[in-house]
T-cell receptor, first 114, second 114 residues
Framework: DAEITQSPRHKITETGRQVTLACHQT?????MFWYRQDLGHGLRLIHY???????NKGEVSDGYSVSRSNTEDLPLTLESAASSQTSVYFC?????????????FGEGSRLTVL | AQKVTQAQTEISVVEKEDVTLDCVYE???????LFWYKQPPSGELVFLIR??????QNEISGRYSWNFQKSTSSFNFTITASQVVDSAVYFC???????????FGKGTRLHILP
Protein backbone atom coordinates (compact mmCIF):
# COMPACT_ATOMS: atom_id res chain seq x y z
CA ASP A 1 0.00 0.00 0.00
CA ALA A 2 1.12 3.53 -0.71
CA GLU A 3 2.17 5.51 2.31
CA ILE A 4 4.03 8.53 3.60
CA THR A 5 6.72 8.07 6.23
CA GLN A 6 8.67 10.46 8.38
CA SER A 7 11.94 9.98 10.19
CA PRO A 8 13.02 10.30 12.85
CA ARG A 9 9.79 10.16 14.82
CA HIS A 10 11.45 11.71 17.84
CA LYS A 11 14.59 13.80 18.06
CA ILE A 12 16.29 15.87 20.72
CA THR A 13 18.95 18.30 19.63
CA GLU A 14 20.82 21.32 20.91
CA THR A 15 20.48 24.95 19.93
CA GLY A 16 22.58 25.81 16.90
CA ARG A 17 22.80 22.33 15.44
CA GLN A 18 21.61 21.47 11.96
CA VAL A 19 18.70 19.04 11.85
CA THR A 20 17.09 17.30 8.90
CA LEU A 21 13.69 15.65 9.04
CA ALA A 22 13.02 13.16 6.27
CA CYS A 23 9.75 12.65 4.44
CA HIS A 24 9.19 9.90 1.90
CA GLN A 25 5.96 9.14 0.06
CA THR A 26 5.12 6.28 -2.26
CA UNK A 27 1.87 7.78 -3.57
CA UNK A 28 3.73 9.32 -6.50
CA UNK A 29 2.13 12.63 -5.61
CA UNK A 30 3.45 15.85 -7.08
CA UNK A 31 2.51 18.02 -4.12
CA MET A 32 4.30 17.77 -0.79
CA PHE A 33 3.99 19.95 2.31
CA TRP A 34 5.60 20.49 5.69
CA TYR A 35 3.52 21.74 8.62
CA ARG A 36 4.36 22.37 12.23
CA GLN A 37 1.84 21.92 15.00
CA ASP A 38 1.97 23.99 18.18
CA LEU A 39 -0.54 24.41 20.95
CA GLY A 40 -2.77 27.37 20.25
CA HIS A 41 -1.62 27.67 16.64
CA GLY A 42 -2.96 24.57 14.97
CA LEU A 43 -1.12 23.48 11.85
CA ARG A 44 1.00 26.08 10.11
CA LEU A 45 2.54 25.66 6.70
CA ILE A 46 6.35 25.84 6.56
CA HIS A 47 7.29 24.95 2.98
CA TYR A 48 5.69 23.18 0.06
CA UNK A 49 6.55 21.79 -3.33
CA UNK A 50 4.49 21.15 -6.45
CA UNK A 51 7.08 18.96 -8.11
CA UNK A 52 10.75 18.18 -8.64
CA UNK A 53 12.97 21.25 -8.28
CA UNK A 54 10.01 23.34 -7.13
CA UNK A 55 9.90 24.74 -3.57
CA ASN A 56 7.83 27.51 -2.00
CA LYS A 57 7.72 29.29 1.33
CA GLY A 58 4.75 28.96 3.62
CA GLU A 59 3.66 31.24 6.43
CA VAL A 60 6.41 30.21 8.90
CA SER A 61 9.41 29.47 6.69
CA ASP A 62 12.12 31.45 8.50
CA GLY A 63 14.86 29.13 9.76
CA TYR A 64 13.77 26.23 7.54
CA SER A 65 14.68 25.02 4.08
CA VAL A 66 13.59 22.20 1.78
CA SER A 67 14.81 20.65 -1.43
CA ARG A 68 13.01 18.44 -3.94
CA SER A 69 15.36 16.33 -6.03
CA ASN A 70 12.86 13.56 -6.75
CA THR A 71 9.12 12.96 -6.52
CA GLU A 72 9.24 10.81 -3.39
CA ASP A 73 11.21 12.94 -0.93
CA LEU A 74 10.98 16.38 0.64
CA PRO A 75 13.50 16.70 3.49
CA LEU A 76 13.09 19.61 5.89
CA THR A 77 16.29 21.19 7.21
CA LEU A 78 16.71 23.45 10.20
CA GLU A 79 20.00 25.16 9.50
CA SER A 80 20.61 26.26 13.08
CA ALA A 81 18.01 24.89 15.44
CA ALA A 82 16.38 27.26 17.92
CA SER A 83 14.25 26.52 20.97
CA SER A 84 11.31 28.17 19.20
CA GLN A 85 11.46 25.34 16.68
CA THR A 86 10.54 22.75 19.27
CA SER A 87 7.36 21.36 17.76
CA VAL A 88 5.67 18.44 16.10
CA TYR A 89 6.29 18.39 12.36
CA PHE A 90 3.97 16.81 9.84
CA CYS A 91 4.75 16.01 6.25
CA UNK A 92 1.89 15.59 3.79
CA UNK A 93 1.33 14.89 0.12
CA UNK A 94 -1.49 15.31 -2.36
CA UNK A 95 -2.22 15.08 -6.06
CA UNK A 96 -3.69 18.11 -7.74
CA UNK A 97 -5.60 16.29 -10.43
CA UNK A 98 -6.96 13.42 -8.42
CA UNK A 99 -7.55 14.62 -4.91
CA UNK A 100 -7.46 18.38 -5.18
CA UNK A 101 -6.27 19.28 -1.78
CA UNK A 102 -6.92 16.11 0.18
CA UNK A 103 -3.74 15.62 2.15
CA UNK A 104 -2.25 12.34 3.18
CA PHE A 105 -0.23 12.90 6.35
CA GLY A 106 2.77 11.21 7.83
CA GLU A 107 2.72 10.23 11.49
CA GLY A 108 4.65 13.29 12.63
CA SER A 109 8.13 13.99 13.97
CA ARG A 110 8.49 15.42 17.45
CA LEU A 111 11.52 17.70 17.68
CA THR A 112 12.87 19.10 20.92
CA VAL A 113 15.55 21.78 20.81
CA LEU A 114 17.36 22.26 24.12
CA ALA B 1 -6.27 36.65 2.32
CA GLN B 2 -7.51 33.20 3.16
CA LYS B 3 -8.33 32.34 6.73
CA VAL B 4 -10.06 29.67 8.78
CA THR B 5 -11.45 30.47 12.21
CA GLN B 6 -12.45 27.91 14.78
CA ALA B 7 -13.62 30.05 17.64
CA GLN B 8 -14.17 27.16 20.04
CA THR B 9 -10.82 26.26 21.53
CA GLU B 10 -12.10 23.48 23.77
CA ILE B 11 -15.47 21.84 24.32
CA SER B 12 -16.57 19.27 26.86
CA VAL B 13 -19.83 17.35 26.66
CA VAL B 14 -21.22 14.29 28.34
CA GLU B 15 -21.41 11.12 26.29
CA LYS B 16 -24.53 10.78 24.13
CA GLU B 17 -25.00 14.52 23.85
CA ASP B 18 -24.93 16.17 20.45
CA VAL B 19 -22.15 18.66 19.80
CA THR B 20 -21.46 21.13 16.99
CA LEU B 21 -18.02 22.39 16.06
CA ASP B 22 -18.00 25.73 14.32
CA CYS B 23 -15.85 26.73 11.36
CA VAL B 24 -15.88 30.09 9.59
CA TYR B 25 -13.70 30.71 6.56
CA GLU B 26 -12.57 33.65 4.46
CA UNK B 27 -11.57 33.59 0.81
CA UNK B 28 -12.07 35.72 -2.27
CA UNK B 29 -11.85 32.73 -4.58
CA UNK B 30 -15.03 31.31 -6.04
CA UNK B 31 -13.67 27.80 -6.30
CA UNK B 32 -12.40 26.29 -3.11
CA UNK B 33 -12.57 23.19 -0.94
CA LEU B 34 -13.31 22.79 2.73
CA PHE B 35 -12.16 19.94 4.92
CA TRP B 36 -12.45 18.50 8.36
CA TYR B 37 -9.66 16.46 9.90
CA LYS B 38 -9.62 14.59 13.19
CA GLN B 39 -6.55 14.21 15.39
CA PRO B 40 -7.12 11.60 18.11
CA PRO B 41 -4.84 11.39 21.17
CA SER B 42 -2.53 9.08 19.24
CA GLY B 43 -1.55 12.08 17.12
CA GLU B 44 -2.23 11.08 13.54
CA LEU B 45 -4.36 13.25 11.27
CA VAL B 46 -7.43 11.56 9.89
CA PHE B 47 -9.35 12.93 6.92
CA LEU B 48 -13.10 13.18 7.54
CA ILE B 49 -14.67 15.09 4.67
CA ARG B 50 -14.06 17.35 1.69
CA UNK B 51 -16.66 19.73 0.30
CA UNK B 52 -16.29 21.89 -2.79
CA UNK B 53 -17.65 25.41 -3.02
CA UNK B 54 -20.28 24.51 -5.59
CA UNK B 55 -21.93 21.85 -3.49
CA UNK B 56 -23.92 23.24 -0.58
CA GLN B 57 -25.74 20.05 0.18
CA ASN B 58 -25.41 18.94 3.75
CA GLU B 59 -23.76 15.62 4.28
CA ILE B 60 -24.38 12.89 6.80
CA SER B 61 -22.10 9.98 7.56
CA GLY B 62 -23.33 7.89 10.44
CA ARG B 63 -23.27 10.07 13.54
CA TYR B 64 -21.38 12.82 11.72
CA SER B 65 -23.00 15.59 9.72
CA TRP B 66 -21.76 18.74 8.06
CA ASN B 67 -23.61 21.97 7.34
CA PHE B 68 -22.07 24.11 4.60
CA GLN B 69 -23.53 27.61 4.20
CA LYS B 70 -21.85 29.96 1.73
CA SER B 71 -24.06 32.84 2.85
CA THR B 72 -22.39 32.82 6.25
CA SER B 73 -19.05 31.32 5.11
CA SER B 74 -19.47 28.51 7.56
CA PHE B 75 -18.83 24.78 7.46
CA ASN B 76 -19.98 23.37 10.77
CA PHE B 77 -19.56 19.83 11.98
CA THR B 78 -22.07 18.05 14.23
CA ILE B 79 -21.57 14.81 16.10
CA THR B 80 -24.82 13.19 17.16
CA ALA B 81 -24.94 10.94 20.22
CA SER B 82 -21.29 11.55 21.00
CA GLN B 83 -19.04 8.76 22.21
CA VAL B 84 -15.84 8.78 24.22
CA VAL B 85 -13.95 7.71 21.08
CA ASP B 86 -14.91 11.02 19.50
CA SER B 87 -12.56 12.79 21.91
CA ALA B 88 -9.95 14.45 19.70
CA VAL B 89 -8.80 17.70 18.21
CA TYR B 90 -10.78 18.60 15.12
CA PHE B 91 -9.39 20.84 12.41
CA CYS B 92 -11.29 22.69 9.75
CA UNK B 93 -9.28 23.56 6.64
CA UNK B 94 -9.55 25.45 3.36
CA UNK B 95 -7.80 25.18 0.00
CA UNK B 96 -8.23 27.12 -3.18
CA UNK B 97 -8.49 25.23 -6.42
CA UNK B 98 -5.71 27.29 -7.93
CA UNK B 99 -2.89 26.18 -5.64
CA UNK B 100 -3.90 23.16 -3.59
CA UNK B 101 -2.32 24.67 -0.48
CA UNK B 102 -4.34 23.81 2.59
CA UNK B 103 -4.82 26.35 5.36
CA PHE B 104 -5.90 25.03 8.73
CA GLY B 105 -7.82 26.55 11.58
CA LYS B 106 -6.34 26.35 15.07
CA GLY B 107 -8.47 23.37 15.96
CA THR B 108 -11.12 22.56 18.55
CA ARG B 109 -10.27 20.12 21.31
CA LEU B 110 -13.33 18.00 22.06
CA HIS B 111 -13.67 16.08 25.32
CA ILE B 112 -16.44 13.50 25.57
CA LEU B 113 -16.99 12.67 29.21
CA PRO B 114 -18.29 9.22 30.16
Amino acid sequence: DAEITQSPRHKITETGRQVTLACHQTWNHNNMFWYRQDLGHGLRLIHYSYGVQDTNKGEVSDGYSVSRSNTEDLPLTLESAASSQTSVYFCASSELAENTGELFFGEGSRLTVL
Amino acid sequence: AQKVTQAQTEISVVEKEDVTLDCVYETRDTTYYLFWYKQPPSGELVFLIRRNSFDEQNEISGRYSWNFQKSTSSFNFTITASQVVDSAVYFCALTMNRDDKIIFGKGTRLHILP
